[in-house]
C-alpha cells in the first residue's frame, strides 16, 4: 500500500465532506468514534422500495471497454480517504487488511480480538486477527460496517463483500463501473477506478499478493 492510497482528513474537512443533502455531521463525537471503531450516528435510513435502480449506456461513456476489470473504488473510512476497495459480490465478509488497519489512527481497543477460520480459493485457510467496526461513508450515508482484520499482503486495501451490499442495498455493476444504492436524497453511486482495477491486478498476477 502507498500513501498516496490513504488521505487522512483533519476534523473540520471531515464536516465539511459529510454535508450531504438535510444531513449534517457536525457533532464532534462522530469524529472521535470514527477514530476508535465505534459505531458512528448516520441518517436514518428509509425503505425506498418504491425506488428503481438501473445502469443505462449512456453511463458507459466513460468506462475504457470492453473490459473484464473487477469493481474498485475510494470511500471514507473512519476518518481516511481510502483507495484500492473492491466491491465483492463473491465474497461473504467485509475484509480490511491490517497495514490499512494499522495506518487509521486506531485506538488498539477498536480491535475485538476473535480469530475467524477464511477459507481463500484454492481453499487454504487463513485466521484473521479479529474484527472491528468502522464507519464507512458514501455519498451521505455514513454506515457501520463489521470488517474482519487479515493480516497477509493483497493488491487492496479494503474488500467490501455482501454484508456492506446487503446493508446499503446496493446494485453494483462491473460492466457500468459503479455501484448504485438508495439514500434519503434518492439514488447515488460510487463510480470504479479502472487504472487502480487494473493495477492490483498485475499486481496480483506476480504473485506478490494473496486472493482470499
Known amino acids: 500500500m502507498g500513501v498516496e492510497d490513504i488521505q487522512v482528513f483533519s476534523d473540520s ?4 465532506s459529510q454535508v450531504q443533502g438535510d444531513y449534517q455531521a457536525k457533532n464532534p463525537s462522530m469524529i472521535s ?7 458512528a450516528e448516520g441518517p436514518k435510513r428509509l425503505l425506498l422500495g418504491t425506488y428503481e435502480i438501473s445502469c443505462t449506456a449512456r453511463e458507459q461513456d466513460k468506462v475504457l471497454a470492453p473490459h473484464h476489470d473487477a469493481l ?9 480517504l481510502v483507495k484500492r476497495i473492491l466491491v465483492d459480490n463473491g465474497s461473504s465478509s467485509n475484509i ?9 489512527w486506531l ?16 481453499g487454504e485457510v487463513k485466521q484473521t486477527l479479529g474484527e472491528v467496526l468502522l464507519p464507512v461513508y458514501a455519498e451521505g450515508i455514513n454506515q457501520a460496517t463489521k470488517f474482519l482484520v487479515v493480516d497477509c499482503p493483497s493488491s487492496y486495501n479494503v474488500i467490501l463483500g455482501r454484508p456492506w451490499i446487503l446493508d446499503m442495498g446496493a446494485v453494483p455493476s462491473n460492466l457500468h463501473q459503479l455501484v448504485k444504492f438508495p439514500t434519503p436524497w434518492g439514488i447515488k453511486a460510487v463510480k ?6 487494473r493495477s492490483c491486478y498485475q499486481t496480483t498476477l506476480k504473485g506478490k499478493t494473496q486472493v482470499l
Open 33 to 39: 468514534n470514527a477514530r476508535n471503531g465505534q459505531e
Open 192 to 197: 470504479g477506478d479502472q487504472e487502480n482495477a
Open 13 to 16: 474537512q471531515l464536516i465539511i
Open 107 to 122: 485506538e488498539p481497543t477498536a480491535l475485538t480480538r476473535k480469530a475467524t477460520p477464511l477459507v481463500g480459493f484454492s
Open 96 to 104: 480490511i487488511f491490517h497495514s490499512v488497519f494499522a495506518d487509521l
Open 72 to 80: 474498485v473504488i475510494s470511500l471514507i473510512v473512519a476518518n481516511c
